[in-house]
């Protein structure tokens, strides 16, 4: 079993440092003094889960939402000895002050456990557990300001026959990087991702929301995507607006021919997306729509959250 003592998991690293830390089975580190283990099955095989987190005015967004989603990835994937969801969560909430961060990103790590060969029943089933408070920006304002160009790429999302895109594994996340290569070696800020039936996913890490008129649309998540947790709170928010919103199957013309179209994402928040391949979308700026959903989601963001 993976259950830390009480004193374990109120470990405190040396008050006099500061930044990212690291909160690993029990024991905190500075960022660059914390190892996994060699062996650890995630680090192998991918075995295991992530979920990336962001607070703000030291209370964290949607806390509990991000929890749920990890812990059914647990139960998936029937990764066994992983601590009560409460205990993990109370561990969150003492490692993130120990930063000194006011604002930052928390990224969990489950990994099934130890052990060389991929049979899980041969290896030390005890889960690496791993909280690790830092900071990430992925744009710059200019990017905020202006929106992304982006690309649509070869690498297709699994489809969920193969590997359950709620599912929130590391190993799968190879198809998401070769993706965002893709975005890269073309000078676009990210990268579309289609699935096997050539209908529109999501981007590298995040959804996508398209806007014809007053209708909001995403796609659904039987097309392969992650059930972005920003993208129910902008479903929440855009419904609030008095739009129609709408989870359909979305096509590539769609995309092009709308009058707006924006990313979601915890890590990127909510971005405009002003060209597709080069074609331009809408004006070719953000949209008021998308301006007024991403003020309504700063808001949100800033007012709400777990305190700690
Ligand atoms: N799709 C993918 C593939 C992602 O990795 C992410 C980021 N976790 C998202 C969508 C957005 O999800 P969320 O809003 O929960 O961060």
């Known amino acids: 079993m993976a259950t830390m003592s009480s004193l374990e998991s109120q470990a405190v690293i040396s ?3 500061t930044g990212p830390i690291v909160w690993l089975n029990g024991t905190i580190k500075p960022l660059a003094e914390a190892t996994t283990p060699a062996a650890d099955h995630a680090h192998l095989y991918g075995d295991g889960l992530f979920e990336g987190i962001r607070f703000y005015d030291r209370r964290i967004f949607k806390l509990d939402e991000h929890l749920s989603r990890l812990y059914d990835g647990v139960n998936m994937l029937d990764i066994r000895g992983m601590m009560p969801v409460e205990e993990l969560r109370e561990i969150i909430l003492n490692v993130c002050p120990q930063a000194d961060l006011t604002d930052g990103y928390v990224r969990l790590n489950v990994s099934r456990g130890t052990g060389l060969g991929l049979d899980p029943w041969k290896i030390n089933q005890t889960p690496n557990v791993m909280v690790m408070v830092n900071f990430l920006r992925l744009y710059n304002e200019q990017q905020y300001q202006e929106g992304l ?11 969920a026959q193969c590997l359950d895109p709620q599912i929130k594994t590391i190993g799968r996340y190879v198809a998401n990087i070769q993706a965002k290569l893709e975005a890269n070696r073309q000078g676009a800020g990210e990268g579309l991702m289609l699935n096997t ?11 996508i929301f398209v806007i014809h008129g007053n209708k909001v649309s995403t796609p659904t998540t039987a097309c392969g995507i992650l059930n972005g947790i920003t993208r129910r709170v902008v479903m929440d928010i855009a419904a609030n607006l008095g739009h129609d919103v709408v989870e359909e199957r979305t096509t590539m013309f769609d995309v092009v021919s709308a009058d707006e179209v924006f990313l979601t994402g915890t890590a990127a928040e909510i971005i405009g997306m002003i060209s597709l391949d080069s074609r331009p979308i809408g004006g070719g700026v953000p949209g008021p729509i998308t301006r007024k959903i991403m003020a309504e989601y700063h808001n949100l963001t800033h007012t709400t959250g777990t305190p700690f």
């Open 15 to 17: 008050p006099t440092t």
């Open 149 to 159: 160009k982006v690309i649509t790429c070869s690498t297709r999302v699994f489809p």
């Open 197 to 207: 039936e050539g209908h529109v996913a999501e981007a590298t890490g995040d959804n």
